[in-house]
């Protein structure tokens, strides 16, 4: 390893601390991409769908972003019934776009040293 890939790694070292490692689990990344994917909002069922985890696993998790202030729920009307569905909120976006650009780092500095 030269002086330039310490750097490099010191960086995303460095980086990594911005990040708020509360969200650094792989069941809260994928909720906060599928909130920012599907701009309407995502139902709890949705949520049971594309994750296949217990009630009370995304229940905690959901509930744990809510409470970071990256979701938001709100109730809307659908066919004369009330139901919840689950936003990203601005800080949300934040944080998913330091994560994202966070793993693009690690991948290029991997990709960097491949033939070291």
């Given at each position: 390893m030269n002086s330039d890939d310490s750097?490099?790694?010191?960086?995303?070292?460095?980086k990594s601390r911005?990040?708020?490692?509360?969200?650094?689990?792989?069941?809260?990344?994928?909720?906060?991409?599928?909130?920012?994917y599907i701009k309407d909002g995502v139902q709890y069922r949705e949520f049971k769908s594309f994750l296949d985890i217990s009630d009370g696993k995304l229940h905690s998790n959901l509930e744990i972003l809510e409470e970071m202030g990256y979701l938001r729920k709100t109730e809307v009307s659908l066919d004369q019934k009330s139901l919840h569905?689950?936003?990203?909120?601005?800080?949300?976006?934040?944080?998913?776009?330091?994560?994202?650009?966070?793993?693009?780092?690690?991948?290029?500095?991997?990709?960097?040293?491949e033939d070291v």
């Amino acid at each position: 390893m030269n002086s330039d890939d310490s750097i490099d790694l010191n960086k995303i070292i460095l980086k990594s601390r911005e990040i708020n490692s509360r969200v650094i689990k792989l069941i809260r990344i994928i909720i906060l991409l599928l909130t920012y994917y599907i701009k309407d909002g995502v139902q709890y069922r949705e949520f049971k769908s594309f994750l296949d985890i217990s009630d009370g696993k995304l229940h905690s998790n959901l509930e744990i972003l809510e409470e970071m202030g990256y979701l938001r729920k709100t109730e809307v009307s659908l066919d004369q019934k009330s139901l919840h569905i689950y936003l990203i909120t601005q800080l949300g976006k934040k944080e998913l776009e330091k994560i994202i650009s966070w793993i693009s780092n690690i991948k290029k500095f991997i990709r960097g040293n491949e033939d070291v």
